[in-house]
């Protein structure tokens, strides 16, 4: 069982896995902004994403304008609100929590869904929603990248996405999926920061791998 | 507009490009079994994805069973089929093709949402399916660890989920969204199959980006 012909070199490998590792998502970050010749790197990442059927769902809304960006924060702090009061007893220490950074980070991308979906079959007969999950996979490598940058990145899910679209002029059949809070930082946490704050432990890899059948937790 | 002293080395960030550049969705393998080892660093990647709340949703299950993977390819097939016929006047282009590897590659890995997800409310109480995109985050680490390691990935999602899922006793509420196929290869593609294969053509990275609003093709 020898490498493949193919591999990275060593110092190569471990620089991928270290981007996978250190990746955070960042809500705290500081005042600079960024080199739109970096910014370009991190959209051309997205691009070079899979796609199903290469139907390339992504559609990436860069926020300039301040005063969008101000109604942008309204709607994710309505939200808060929202999911604070549905969390119930966790309630209070919801709100403790800092769960995003649209006012503080460089630059703010909205990331929606295409519109005309319908017409890509290819792979989405029986699953429609693996557009969704190639979004995922673009917004995974900007993340990825961003790190090799030096930059930290939040991923935002926390708004009414019909009032986000509105607000966006995002057409019907087209769905925003994240706000992306991209900017400088004074350093990645060095574990989740849901961990860090004790809202959440991570379970350990071993109890989610399974073979040939799912496995009850603790079963033989 | 410095770059950030966060950053990466100019090899390093070259190395995670290269990976995001490189990554291709292969459906051809040539058979040799995969280090333990290799494999393991793969798992570890999925692992290390985000996940909204850290609620960490995906589940993995490695096919070693050959009667079990000759099953999938069953279902797999079927889904092709019926794929075919939706595509009304492509059927026989797209029969041409080349959509799965289940028989020839190394490993055979189904991704599945776990179940019991709905007391996980924090990033998903408007946004429930920010499950799926956090799968589909683990799954673009693997894609990238696994071309840092020279081994091709493909993601099939020709099949019936609740099939797949009676097939591998997937619990209700769960649910299967990847057939990955992982192994040796003799080479990546050189672009996306898809692209090479003329079934179609990416669009440019600047139609995808928009400024402050969302813009329709040809707007000003």
């Not at 604070?84 to 966790?90: D, F, I, V, Y």
């Not at 950074?101 to 909205?110: N, S, Y």
């Not at 429609?128 to 996979?137: G, I």
């Not at 019907?172 to 849901?194: K, T």
Request: aromatic content about 8%; overall charge neutral; charged content about 25%.
């Amino acid at each position: 069982m020898s490498q493949s012909h193919l591999a990275f070199s060593q110092l190569e490998r471990n620089a991928v896995y270290r981007a996978i590792a250190e990746r955070r998502d960042m809500r705290h970050f500081i005042a600079a902004p960024i080199d739109p010749l970096i910014l370009q790197r991190l959209f051309q990442a997205a691009w070079q994403a899979p796609s199903v059927g290469l139907m390339q769902p992504w559609r990436m809304i860069r926020i300039t304008d301040h005063k969008l960006r101000r109604a942008i924060h309204t709607l994710v702090e309505a939200e808060r609100i929202e999911t604070a009061k549905a969390l119930g007893e966790r309630e209070a220490e919801f709100l403790q929590l800092k769960v995003e950074g649209i006012k503080d980070c460089a630059e703010v991308i909205v990331m929606s869904l295409m519109d005309k979906r319908e017409s890509h079959i290819f792979g989405r007969r029986t699953l429609p929603e693996m557009d969704l999950a190639s979004v995922a996979c673009a917004i995974q490598n900007m993340w990825l990248a961003a790190r090799a940058e030096g930059l930290g990145m939040g991923w935002v899910s926390l708004f009414d996405p019909l009032q986000l679209a509105e607000l966006l002029a995002i057409p019907q059949g087209a769905c925003p999926v994240a706000i992306l809070c991209l900017g400088h930082i004074a350093a990645y946490y060095q574990q989740p920061m849901l961990e860090q704050e004790n809202w959440r432990q991570r379970q350990p890899l071993e109890e989610l791998i399974f073979e040939n059948r799912w496995q009850a937790p603790n079963s033989p």
